[in-house]
Each structure stands twice: as structure tokens, then as C-alpha cells.
């Protein structure tokens, strides 16, 4: 498992791809979670003093950690995604699995390792991304004058871990893609379109549908986004981030994140396991 | 030290008497498409093995056996003494199957260096390889700016990593030079001191110079399995050539006996002689028939055939080549 572990971990640290997914990360974080808003609070009717104040309140370093973690649930779950697909797709692309199985160790080390060192790209992006947010708060706490208040530490490293365990998910489904679809352009496809589309559309129609509601619960979308509210992200409807909401509890949420991943990392091993690689 | 000695001078020792490959009976099945049917081989240590056959005989699908990379659907596969896929196995083979395929976007040391570390050798290691295939120089360029010769080169420096005990090549001079490809056959035999070799090639006279066995597939399964000498001898070892003056004379002579009836003319007016199937002791009676019916003999010979003429025979097929 070492040499697996040694081996991934240089073709991924050599590859363009987690780079490209990390600070296109970081660019929508600071763009959609501090930029947008602050544009919105910088234009906003200065009568509307509490609207205005509580928009402000989620710009600043107090609040930076779960402002940046409340844009997990919709894009940086499918940001990960893409970047599961090419963990474990491009290897078809290029051609390159029979050498990669060829080596010595053994097909699911291989895959194991490629999503183990893929969740350590995760843990990279996700606290440069959270590193970028607090440095854009400190900004707007600065031109607005307000006095730099830092949350708890233990509260920053629980935002990140959500924002972790959250990430992990989606990129082992994007690996499980990757190897069901033998490729990069079909997997991408259809782990966008489900993810952004139909996930979205069924858990809108659970909203007037009650007998669509338990299909929530096994969604992705919506149990990242209720483990981002039981960290007291306010939900969408509260001023908070897209796709945030309180559908399950935390400890459901984070169950069904569990399974996603030990679900995606099982299929991914299983199918590189059985299939012929020709 | 020279580059081949180089190559040659890291395996351990290997064992004389197991067989490096054993299959018995061992079939494979593409939806509809049998690739290999009941191959039956053994493949001992330390010689070099040539894998011949049309395109689609399953020469590659063997190999990927072999590999671990394609599972056989019957029969018993051993490699090194243990079945194809084992991680313990794996690091003692070294493989190029088919097209060498690379990360492109990485140079080719990168890219050994991700198959060294997966070995869990070191970075000396990749050194060593690039010197072998000569592709030092190279080495920190991208593999997208690769020619085909330089890519494959670097899928043989791929499978040397390690000092594998079995190699196995699959058109390893695909692309080459005729330098590379010079360099490459003396590499190969190189090898074949201190490893095992299957070879497959679509070029016959390279198997033909390299190999010390050959074995013959055609429709997935085995036709022949010989030593290079043994298959030249098989096939073709009863046609004489005769050039003689005159030749209408020395026609005349063989049609009249029944054991020389099948005599058949060849070659154009500028070199006319008879071609007939002869056994080595019927010679000295067909040259004193002709010489008693006043003949001028000018050449009787033994008709040496090429391993593609065995080749042709035993598939009958005109088209060697990579297949499946």
C-alpha cells in the first residue's frame, strides 16, 4: 500500500488537475461567498440598516469559516467531483491503467491509494480555500473599519472538517464515475447533470411533494448542505449560502456522507477489480 | 560499463528447473470472440521466446494473461510459480503490451519515476533505465513531444524497471530506427542471460534472429512451439533447387521417373531451374541420373526456407502481425 500511496502521490502532485480545481475553488469561494455578497451589502439601500449589518456580519473574520464552508454543498461538491473523475478517469484517457496495475501492487491498493491521496488534495484545497476567505474578511473587515474579531479555533477546524468530509464524498462518487464510465467526457457529464440538475430539481419537488421528502435524505446535495446547517450556517432562506438547509440532522447527514464515500471507493474497486483491463 | 552490460548486470539468479510460464488449457472469450482456445505452453528460464501470429491470433490477449490484466475464462495460468496478477509476481515481470502509454503532459523521467515508486524503487533506478534505452538525454522532456521511437523506447525502459526475470515485449522495435531497432535486438539478447523473454514482433526476421524459441498462434491457439532451427528444418527441408543445362533435358529426365514426377519449373528465363520435393538420400541418384543422360549440372541445393515461409505454411496467412 506504501508504494501505491508513493506512486499516486507523485503523479498527482505532478498533474495540472488538482491545481486547476484548487484555485478555481478559491476563486469561486472568495468570488460567490465574499465578493458577490459584499457588492450586494456595498449597494444596498443604506436605509436598510439591519439587512445591511447582517450581510456585513457574514463578511467578516468571525464568520469567514462558515461563510466559505456554505459553498460546499452546491459547487464545491460538484468542483470535487470533477476532480474525482479526472483522479481516476484520465488514467482510460491516456491509456495508462495496464501499466498502473501492472507494478506490483494490487488493483485495489491502487484504487484505494488514488482516492486516499485524492482526499489529501481535498484537505489541501479546502484550507487554501478557507485560508483565502479569512485573508478576503480581514480585507473587508479593514475598508470597513470593523475590529478583526477571530472565531474559536475549534469552530474553524469543525467548518473545515465539514468542508473535508463533504468534499471526500463527492470526489469518491466522481472516481466511482470515472471507472463506471471508463473516462473523463460521459462521467463529467453525467455527475454534473445529476448532481447541479435532477438532484436539485427532486429536492425541489420534495418541497411541495411530501412523499418525495425521505428521497432527500439520500441525496448528496441536500445531506451536505444540512451538515453545513448543523454547524449554524443560516440556510438560504435566512441569508445564507445556496443549498444550504436543515433536511436531516448532522448525524444523518453525516452517515449518508460515510456511505457515499465507502460507497464510491467500493464500486471504483469492485469494477478495476473484476473488469478485464484491455 | 556499456549499456547493455549495464541492463544485464542487476538480476538475481533464476532458478533452472521450474518453468517461468505454464498454461494448460487456458481459453478466453471476448463476447462472441474466442481469443485464446485451450493454449497449452511452458516457457522455461533464461532463453528468449519469440510469439508469432497473424493479426487476431491472441498474441497480445496471451500476454495480457500473462500479466494478470485479462483473466482467462479456463484453464491454469503459473507465472514465476504463482498465478498471473500476484503483487510478488507483478514485480518480477516487466511488460510492454502493445502501445507504450504515458502521462503526456509529464517528462518521460516523471513518468518512470511514478512506475519505480509503485515498485518501490528508487530514483536510481529510473536513472538507470533511460541510459539503457539511451534515452537520458530525453528524459526531461515532455512524452507529448516523443516520437513513436523515443515513446516506445521509454515503454522498454518502463519494463526493465526492477530487473524483472520475466520480460515480456510486444513489438518492442515498433517504430525504431534501424539503429534503435539494432540497439534493441542486441538489448533483448542481452537480457536473455540473466532473464526470460517473450517477444512478440510482427517483423519475422527479427524473431528469426532474436529468439530461441518460437511459438506459432493462429485463431488463439497454439500451431507450433520449436526452437527457431527445429521450425526451419520442419517445414521445407525436402525442396531442392536444381540448375542445370540443358534444362528441357534435365525436365525431361526427372518427369520420367515417378519419385521426380512432381518436379516443377521455376525462376525466369534468365535463371530457369526445377524445384521437387526430395529426401535427403534421393540426392546422389537424382545428380547420376542427370549426369548419365548427359545433363550439365550446375547447382543442386537444399532449399533453405525463411521462418515466414514456416510461418505462412503453418497459418496460412499473409499478414503477420500485432492482433489482439
Known sequence: ?278 | MTLHQEVASGPDSIGATPPVVELQSVTKTFGTVRAVRGVTLRIDPGQVYGLLGPNGAGKTTLMRILVGLVRSDAGTVQVLGRPPGDPRTLRSIGALIESPAFVPHLSGRVNLQVLARARGLPDAEVVRVLRAVDLDGAADRRVTGYSLGMRQRLGVAGALLGDPSLLILDEPTNGLDPEGTASMRSLIRDLAGSATVLLSSHLLGEIQHVCDRVVVLDKGAVVAEDSVSALLSRSGSRSVIVRARPMDLAEKVLKSNDAWSKAVRAGDAGDPHVRLELDGDGVPGLVRALVEAGVEIHEVRRERRSLEDVFFALTGDHSAGSGT
Open chain 1, 1 to 278: 500500500m506504501r508504494n501505491a500511496l508513493a506512486s499516486e502521490a507523485l503523479l498527482l502532485r505532478r498533474r495540472l488537475a488538482p491545481f486547476v480545481v484548487g484555485c478555481t475553488w478559491i476563486v469561486l469561494v472568495v468570488g460567490f461567498g465574499f465578493g458577490v455578497p459584499y457588492i450586494v451589502y456595498a449597494t444596498l439601500d443604506p436605509a436598510k440598516t439591519a439587512d445591511r449589518a447582517a450581510l456585513l456580519e457574514m463578511l467578516l473574520p468571525s464568520a469567514a469559516h462558515t461563510t466559505a464552508v456554505g459553498s460546499y454543498p452546491m459547487f464545491g461538491g460538484a468542483i470535487m467531483l470533477i476532480l474525482g473523475v479526472l483522479v481516476t478517469g484520465a488514467e482510460y484517457r491516456w491509456g495508462t491503467w495496464p501499466a498502473r496495475l501492472s507494478q506490483g501492487p494490487g488493483r485495489a491498493q491502487v484504487v484505494i491509494a488514488k482516492v486516499l491521496v485524492g482526499a489529501a488534495a481535498v484537505v489541501v484545497i479546502a484550507a487554501a480555500a478557507l485560508a483565502a476567505s479569512m485573508v478576503t474578511s480581514v480585507v473587508i473587515a479593514s475598508v470597513e473599519g470593523r475590529p478583526l474579531t477571530w472565531p474559536a479555533v475549534s469552530a474553524v477546524a469543525a467548518s473545515l472538517g465539514v468542508a473535508v468530509f463533504i468534499s471526500v464524498a463527492w470526489l469518491s462518487l466522481g472516481a466511482a464515475l470515472g471507472v463506471i464510465f471508463r473516462g473523463v467526457g460521459t462521467a463529467l457529464a453525467v455527475g454534473l447533470v445529476w448532481t447541479l440538475g435532477l438532484e436539485n430539481a427532486l429536492s425541489g419537488l420534495a418541497g411541495v411533494v411530501p412523499a418525495l421528502e425521505p428521497v432527500r435524505v439520500i441525496l448528496l446535495g441536500p445531506t451536505s448542505g444540512s451538515l453545513v446547517a448543523a454547524l449554524g450556517v443560516p440556510s438560504l432562506s435566512e441569508g445564507g449560502a445556496v443549498g444550504v438547509a436543515a433536511y436531516v440532522s448532522g448525524p444523518v447527514a453525516c452517515a449518508v456522507l460515510l456511505a457515499y464515500t465507502a460507497a464510491g471507493i467500493a464500486v471504483a474497486t469492485v469494477l478495476i477489480r473484476r473488469r478485464d483491463i484491455t
